[in-house]
């Protein structure tokens, strides 16, 4: 389901770049010396963004203005077997982050080696919760090309979610942009055409120590990719799911309707059950009918009425 949903909107991809030969956008960051390149890593100069949206071509001048002088080698395909891609964690090269106190603005952010981070015990998301997630993909064309589908939906739909968890939130332009770049950096690990796709996971969390409820005194948005395969082990064959009566995903006034990472392990229970009953996963319903169809646990659902 979620790989249909996302195949349904090509139509109006992004191009990202070029693998080979054509030329990409470069934060300045990309200058930084603290940031080590693997050797197969391509960066490029930057030229023109022709097919992109108005959020994008603002974000090209933007970078245009700042274009890194750093060119290195083409990208090798990462050593893995593309041809069994699971939706499992794969570490890849790099992660984006970007940090912002309460009430402040995100500004600047970089590229760091993929890794752990460091949080206090105290941090707002550890504690209470306050984290929301992101999830789009990022595939590579058969010209080499590399294609996103809306991430600026994805931005904003991270800012509504910012907005009910009282966090800030980077910019539409900032968003699309951190995607861009971590796509590129780890561009070796985007799948060849028709073997899967780049997962791109962006998180908004708050970092900062609280001990009473409040928000976080400070906000961290980090981006990290993995390559995946789909998501569901059947592929694109038929699923089965068992209807929750009782564990609902979402009430009024609740957080239902924003990507709030709490929303998730509520379900893991009803999840583990239906799996353990050789389900593929739960299909939820509303909590106040018990009878209208909501979503599965990680995937929207589609019907189609026939007449
Ligand atoms: C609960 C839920 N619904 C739907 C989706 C499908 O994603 P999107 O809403 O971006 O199409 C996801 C993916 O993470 C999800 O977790």
Redesign the pocket.
Known sequence: M?SA?VFSGLGSNYLLGASRGASFLLPPFFNDKRISFPAPLQLQKQSSFASFNNVQAASSARFDAAVSDVYSEVSELADIDWDNLGFGFMPTDYMYVMKCSRGGNFSKGELQRFGNIEMNPSAGVLNYGQGLFE?LKAYKKEDGKILLFRPEENAQRMRMGAERMCMPSPTVEQFVEAVKVTVLANERWVPPPGKGSLYIRPLLMGTGAVLGLAPSPEYTFLIYVSPVGNYFKEGLAPINLVIETEVHRAAPGGTGGVKTIGNYAAVLKAQSAAKAKGYSDVLYLDCVHKKYLE?V????VFTVKVY
């Open positions: 979620e949903a999830g979503e646990s990680s995937c929207n």
